[in-house]
């Protein structure tokens, strides 16, 4: 008898474990029961569709070969029913059925299955302070959130938005809302944006594109409440600090897995608060899978359970239950916390464990900053890029990538998710066979010198030291020189402000160093991107000069721009 596979959720995960199950079996009777009016649009693309980039609003609905994507589609295309706007209110687990109710009728509908998927997703966060249901306070996760914040925040109108986290949504609708002509100003509780995916160095990259693109920021504020005018409508959002004029005020603090319904069906719930599966994506209950944002991950360098909501995943999620529903036996081992995001004219990604975070997972982390070109550096177009590679002392294994710049910083992000789901060592990175022409990389790319320099480091070839580490000998008046290597008019058009402060430009160093410069005291050696930093540093050791370090990732990097004259 054909098996009977009761989906819940249609946006992403759903829709994909619906789809290639029907492609691995025809018989199946498929149901996806979806409470939202939407189904399988690109939620990813939402804040394009704010900004406008992506013009018609089918085009969220649209497949590549421009067909629409909605009930009539699966049902035609794919033999799938889709029941909208129809909500799933419990599960039997004994008579294996679904009790749910039609939103529009009213009406109890009842859902037997052989096999339950839950894809049911996740909510955003709601910071408890008072004003959330305020008018022009809006979330950005759902279509119609897109199409309303569309239409507030145009052109015409013009206005102040205050964005509430600065995260991967806060940033992408403040791109959306600038492009508008709305003044934007982001609250962010820590003390950078993206906290939790990168170091703060990295993240200060970002920072400085909000900045040049006339984004106000406030860090380390915590919003207290939203106030409202008599009409009901945001007014301003206040803080432990300030207050902030707002006509429109975008909540972006995070998600939380949806898994209340499961829970109440008596499935196990992990850590995180995500629904706890095996690989195959089996819940506790074999006979229900689950997947994409309503579940915990398995982190593939920690082994601990994370939650970690992305559609790259819940894709893949999707692909792993329909083979396995299937009787086609598939895995999920995990995930890396992989992101890319654009912001403005910045590009960033990170994948596997932060500086911080391999260090609370108890590894001894080795970090390179090493800023290079995105291409040959003369070939037109070519961008710096900064990338930050973590590695394990102990074992030597690729931990993590961080990566910002106006050049091409996804490839690199994938490079080194190729070396850290595989288990590479940085030195094994390091002879990775990459590609190379003058219009796609340097001859040693980017990546792969960022992988030599964190072997250099481990061999104990070269000694460095991070841009904090320098700010804080600097703050607390420590006897030492910070050698600016690069030419006299490089310096002048702008360098580290600080006492400690002297040029030597390269060239010159073999000639003068052993009469311009101290033998007992600590040297830094720091030039733009760190590449002439570190050839200072090398060449000094060789003259016999004790206490030689140079500072990761140079000027580039330096995270207090303020210090910069
Ligand atoms: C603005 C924005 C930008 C993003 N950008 C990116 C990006 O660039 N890259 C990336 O990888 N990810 C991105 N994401 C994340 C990505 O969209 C999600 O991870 C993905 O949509 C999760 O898919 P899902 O199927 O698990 O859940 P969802 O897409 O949340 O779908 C779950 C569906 O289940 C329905 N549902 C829940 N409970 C019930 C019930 N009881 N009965 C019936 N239906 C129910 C909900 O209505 C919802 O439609 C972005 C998300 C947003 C909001």
């Known amino acids: 008898m054909a098996k009977n596979v009761v989906v819940i959720g249609g946006v992403a995960c759903g829709p994909k474990a619906a789809a290639r199950l029907r492609r691995l079996n025809a018989q199946a009777r498929i149901t996806v029961i979806e409470q939202g009016e939407y189904i399988s649009y690109a939620g990813c693309g939402l804040p394009y569709f704010v900004g406008g ?45 679904v009790h749910a109710k039609n939103l529009a009728t009213g009406e109890s509908i009842e859902f037997p299955y052989d096999n339950l998927v839950l894809a049911t997703g996740s909510r955003p966060f709601r910071p408890p302070v008072e004003g959330l249901e305020l008018k022009g306070v809006s979330f950005l996760t759902k279509v119609e959130d897109s199409v309303f ?112 319904l499961a829970k109440s069906a008596g499935l196990e719930i992990g850590p995180t608060g995500g629904i706890a599966v095996n690989e195959h994506m089996q819940t506790s209950d074999p006979a229900i899978y689950a997947g994409g944002d309503c579940v915990e991950c398995r982190h593939l360098v920690t082994g601990k359970p994370v939650f970690v909501p992305l559609g790259s995943t819940a894709n893949k999620h999707g692909r792993v239950i329909g083979d396995n529903i299937a009787g086609l036996e598939s895995r999920f081992p995990g995930v890396l916390g992989t992101m890319v995001v654009k912001v403005f004219n910045m590009n960033a990604g990170r994948t596997g464990l932060t500086e911080r975070e391999a ?117 607390a008046e420590e006897d030492f020189i910070l050698l600016d290597v690069r030419t006299p008019r490089e310096y002048e058009m702008g360098h580290i402000d600080a006492p400690q402060t002297m040029n030597l430009p390269l060239g010159e160093l073999r000639e003068k160093a052993l009469s311009a410069l101290p033998q007992d005291k600590p040297i830094v050696t720091m030039c733009k991107i760190s590449q002439r930093g570190y050839e200072a540093q090398r060449t000094l050791a060789g003259m016999g000069f004790k206490d030689v370090a140079f500072m990761d990732g140079g000027l580039f990097v330096w995270p207090y721009p303020d210090d910069v004259m």
Not at 66 to 93: H, L, P
Not at 417 to 446: H, K, N, R, S
């Open 53 to 97: 980039d992506i013009k018609e609003f089918e085009h969220l609905f649209a497949t590549a070969a421009g067909a629409a994507r909605n009930a009539g589609y699966f049902q035609k295309v794919k033999d799938i029913q889709f029941a909208t706007r129809t909500r799933a209110e419990s599960i039997d687990r004994t008579a294996k059925v």
């Open 149 to 260: 914040l569309r239409e507030e925040v145009n052109e015409s109108k013009g206005g102040k938005a205050v964005i509430i986290g600065a995260g991967l949504i806060g940033l992408e609708a403040a791109e959306a809302f600038r492009k508008k002509g709305w003044q934007v100003q982001i609250i962010e509780m820590l003390d950078q944006p993206l906290g939790g995916l990168m170091d703060f160095e990295m993240a200060k990259a970002i920072d400085n594109a909000l900045f040049e693109n006339n984004v106000m920021t406030a860090y380390g504020e915590k919003v207290v409440r939203i106030e409202g005018d008599e009409n009901g409508h945001c007014k301003s959002v206040i803080t432990d600090e300030g207050s902030y004029p707002a006509d429109v005020v975008l909540v972006a603090t995070g998600f939380r897995p949806n898994a209340e």
């Open 359 to 475: 260090a609370e997972a108890g590894f001894d982390p080795v970090c390179s900053i090493a800023p290079g070109f995105d291409k040959a550096h003369y070939y037109p177009g070519s961008a710096l890029i900064g990338l930050k590679l973590i590695a394990d002392r102990k074992t030597e294994k690729v931990l993590g990538l961080q990566a910002f710049g106006g050049g091409e910083v996804a490839r690199r992000v994938d490079v080194a998710v190729a070396a850290i789901t595989m288990g590479a060592t940085v030195e094994q990175l390091a002879e990775f066979d990459l590609g190379y022409a003058p219009p796609f990389a340097q001859a040693v790319d980017a990546i792969l010198n960022a992988a030599n320099v964190a072997n250099n480091k481990m061999r104990g070839v070269t000694r460095s030291i991070m841009p904090q580490r320098v700010k804080q000998m600097i703050e």
